[in-house]
């Protein structure tokens, strides 16, 4: 680096800020005032000046400039016939001024000019505390620490670090130092509030004097990364030992655990994060304390700071209510149904049969939405309690690519009833049938003339069927008309190990029992478009009905839809992997084929307990 290449580069940094200024970015006002600062300007001019010294310090070349004069002149007196530049260097030297140069030089260049430190007093205390000083730059960021008083002996200390905060990038400030003084100031004795306001009165730079904590506990945690399975926003937690170091999120956001150190409160950053800075969020314990507090205390009127989660009875409203329902006759419906089923059978695509898409089974669901419960389709995991799931405040998950070698993951659509879920699959299997598949359905009902066991159906007998459930070997299953129907755990892994990517649509019920270490399921929400969006697209659609002929979409339908979908996402948007706006069905097509590709192709959030399976699971 040349003489002054430091300044040269300290000009050309002070013109990048200036010109970040000029583009608003946040700091670069402060670095600008910095460096531009005379003294800075001044120090570094002294620090170029040491550097050089350092690289070559000036050194005598010797140490006996007189003694080398002195045996000079008496060389010269001995020659016989000295030429007259002799003569004159004789004279010269004989000079008493110059020989009293000399002789300062010499006395000059045998001393030693480093510095002498001063001796330690001898009479040090052993138990006198080390003292750090520390001087943070303030800028608009807050500091990153928070402080405590201890009751007992009034004495204030550093309370917690947030990671990537100012205090914490100093690496200075510890959580357990004690602090002394703030800015000239004791704070012994002096309330927490009282100190926040000293710093918040300060401007430019904050002078801390601490007695640093002495057996540090040492930050061996590995990264944890979780899915929030609840809102959480920490200026309406009062429990919060510091809102404004506190980070809202909300469902389904993944969260990098940066600081599990405090039992109660941890440190995280929500992903994909642009801070350096973590944020403080509640433990598990500490929200599932929170949680309960919430259904013990105020069962009707939910805690602010954390959203409660569903109940079966919130979940039963999700689904649309068709209110013109009216029962048609049995024997009618039958061979309106053999029609129908007739014409689902003729779903056969370039000679393969696409199973899964039978009308029994999905007006299993609509027929337990319009009584309101009475018929069951449900998720017969555990039937006690089906939102174990939704009791975890968080879900640990790692970030997971799918071997190439490995069974496909199950693609499972999920929206409101008559958004287009089964629109969407039907025709994402048709594009290529050879690479995706629904499951061959169960049910006990017995088999028409045309259909074949494995095929439409795998017909079973009621008692088979029960052993299944007993078993929890479906996915999902219900009653209609007297007869079970149900898609179970093997017929879709029967399509997984044909080496096809199985498909399937689920009731919110099944969450649970698709996402497993067996299935690993992609859920992807079918979200409903704004109603004049569904409006016209859907103009000569047909809804699915209870009558014989499916009708065209009324207003009211569009509403339902809209509602059914809403509560649908307010309940169970954690669990979405992915959501797709059926506006255009083209476009929604294509929308589920790049995701369905992505999903089996790359790296995704999933459970940490699919790739190293627990007992339990
Ligand atoms: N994006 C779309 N544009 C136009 N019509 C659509 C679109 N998506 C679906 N449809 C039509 O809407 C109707 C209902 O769709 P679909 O049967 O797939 O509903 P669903 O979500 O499976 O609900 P259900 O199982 O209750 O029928 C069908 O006639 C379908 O063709």
């Not at 039958?334 to 039978?358: D, H, Q, V, W, Y």
Request: aromatic letters at 8%.
């Amino acid at each position: 680096m040349s003489d002054d290449g430091l300044m040269q580069i300290l000009a050309t940094v002070v013109e990048e800020v200036k010109s970040s200024i000029n583009r608003d970015i946040n700091g670069a006002e402060l670095l600008y005032t910095l460096l531009n600062a005379p003294w800075l300007q001044c120090l570094l001019k002294v620090y170029e000046c040491l550097q050089r010294y350092l690289r070559s310090p000036p050194r005598p070349c010797m140490t006996c400039a007189s003694g080398l004069s002195v045996q000079i002149m008496t060389d010269l007196k001995s020659v016989s016939k000295p030429s007259p530049e002799a003569v004159e260097l004789f004279s010269l030297l004989k000079e008493p001024h110059l020989q009293a140069l000399l002789l300062t030089h010499d006395a000059v260049a045998v001393k030693d000019y480093e510095p002498i430190l001063p001796p330690l007093p001898d009479d040090l205390p052993d138990d006198e505390e080390a003292m750090r000083i520390v001087c943070l730059v303030k800028n608009n960021q807050p500091l990153g620490a928070t402080i405590r008083r201890d009751e007992v002996t009034g004495e204030i200390y550093v309370a917690r670090v947030i990671h990537g905060g100012l205090a914490d990038r100093s690496g200075l400030l510890h959580a357990g130092d004690r602090l002394v003084e703030v800015n000239g100031c004791p704070v012994f004795g002096l309330e927490p509030e009282q100190i926040i306001q000293i710093l918040a009165n300060s401007q430019g730079t904050v002078l801390f004097k601490v007695v640093p904590i002495t057996d540090r506990p040492v930050n061996n945690q590995t990264m944890l990364y979780m899915r929030a399975m609840a809102d959480y926003c920490p200026l309406q937690d009062p429990a919060i030992p510091c809102a404004d170091a506190g980070m809202a999120f909300r469902r389904g956001d993944i969260l990098e655990i940066v600081d599990q150190t405090d039992a109660l409160w941890w440190q995280a950053k929500k992903l994909p994060s642009t801070s350096a800075c973590a944020g403080l969020i509640p433990s598990t314990s500490m929200l599932k304390r929170k949680q309960r507090e919430v259904w013990w205390s105020q069962p009707y009127q939910p805690h602010t700071c954390i959203k409660t989660l569903s109940t079966v009875d919130e979940e039963e409203d999700i689904i649309a209510i068709d209110d013109k329902f009216v029962e048609p006759d049995e024997e009618a419906f039958e061979s309106e149904e053999l029609k129908e089923e007739e014409n689902e059978f003729s779903t056969n695509f370039e000679g393969i049969f696409i199973p899964g898409f039978r009308r029994s089974l999905r007006l299993c669901r609509r027929r337990k939405a319009q009584n309101g419960g009475p018929v069951q389709f449900c998720s017969p995991r555990c039937p006690s309690s089906c939102y174990s799931a939704l009791a975890n405040p968080y879900e640990e998950v790692v970030r997971h690519q799918r071997h190439p070698e490995h069974p496909y993951r199950l693609i499972a659509l999920m929206g409101p009833s008559g958004v287009g879920v089964n629109e969407l699959r039907r025709r994402l299997i048709e594009i290529n049938p050879k690479a995706y598949q629904g499951p061959v359905p169960h049910t006990t009902r017995p088999p028409k003339s045309f259909e074949e066991s494995g095929r439409e159906y795998h017909f079973i007998n009621r008692e088979q069927f029960e052993n299944m459930l007993y078993h929890h070997r479906f996915v999902e299953y219900g009653e209609y008309r007297g007869h079970l129907y149900g898609t179970s755990v093997d017929a879709v892994k029967d399509v997984l190990k044909s080496g096809k990517i199985c498909i399937i649509d689920i009731e919110p019920q099944a969450i649970e029992s698709v996402r497993t270490h067996e299935l690993k399921a992609y859920i992807i929400y079918v979200k409903p478009p704004p109603i004049e969006e569904m409006r016209q697209t859907r103009i000569g659609s047909l809804l699915l009905t209870n009558y014989y002929v499916n009708r065209p979409f009324k207003d009211e339908d569009f509403q339902e839809i809209e509602d059914a979908g809403r509560k649908m996402e307010a309940l169970y948007c954690q669990f979405f992997d992915h959501v797709i706006v059926n506006d255009g069905l083209q476009a929604s097509c294509v929308h589920l084929l790049t995701a369905v590709r992505r999903a089996q192709d790359e790296p995704q959030w999933v459970p940490a307990a699919w790739i190293r399976p627990t007992q339990q699971s």
